[in-house]
């Protein structure tokens, strides 16, 4: 599938843009996975856990005990609420955004500071379901003026794990159905 084939949804990802100089290369792939923070690793590898897991219980969840579901269940929350808090200590304020939209091929936000065309990022995007982290580089595609002095900036992912292209595939998703979820509810109330 050629990335640029993914969809993006409309929604406020916390995310840490830091950019680059402008004669930065990237790493290649094993010096990147190496460069990767460890915790951003754990977060990765416990997401994946958590999702193959969630399909073997959707499959076996029938003749399961209702009780023990309800006690994995709360288990997997506690640790999820843990991960999340442990992952927010990764934020730095100094360089805090927000997505207008994200998918797994880019995103776009809006700032007060303009970057370079072609100039290369580096990138942490905080995801809150499935709570994880994702750690990239990227490159500004387009940076437009927007609203007097901000600009909508849309980077393109330049170095990302496909374990964390999954989980931003799982996030967006995730989100869409959040919002069909929400619009069913609205016209169901109209009626």
């Known amino acids: ?6 969809f993006s949804v409309h929604a406020g990802l916390t995310i840490n843009v830091e950019p680059l100089p402008e004669q930065f290369s990237l790493p290649d792939d094993q010096a990147f996975l190496q460069e990767i923070p460890p915790l951003f690793r754990v977060a990765s590898e416990c997401s994946e856990l958590e999702h193959n897991a969630d399909k073997v ?8 005990n209702r009780t023990l579901l309800d006690y994995l269940a709360a288990q997997n929350n506690k640790i999820n609420l843990l ?6 200590q990764q934020d730095d304020p100094a360089y805090r955004q927000l997505t ?5 091929s880019q995103l776009t936000y809006v ?10 990022v580096r ?15 990227a490159d500004v595609q387009d940076c437009q003026p927007v609203d ?3 600009f909508q900036i849309t980077l393109h992912y330049t170095r990302l794990q496909e374990e964390d292209r999954d989980l931003l595939i799982r996030a967006a998703l995730h989100i869409q ?8 509810l609205q016209r169901s109330e109209k009626q």
Request: net charge negative; charged share 20%; hydrophobic share 35%.
């Open 1 to 6: 599938m050629n990335q640029d084939e993914y």
């Open 100 to 104: 207008e939209t994200f998918g797994a």
């Open 83 to 88: 991960l999340a808090f442990v992952l927010r």
């Open 57 to 64: 219980l959707q499959q076996e969840s029938k003749s399961m």
């Open 111 to 120: 700032s007060q500071q303009p970057l370079e065309t072609g100039n290369q």
């Open 148 to 150: 007097g002095d901000a």
């Open 177 to 184: 159905q959040k919002m069909l979820r929400q619009r069913a």
């Open 123 to 137: 990138l942490k995007l905080f995801l809150e379901n499935p709570p994880a982290a994702v750690y990239c580089y």
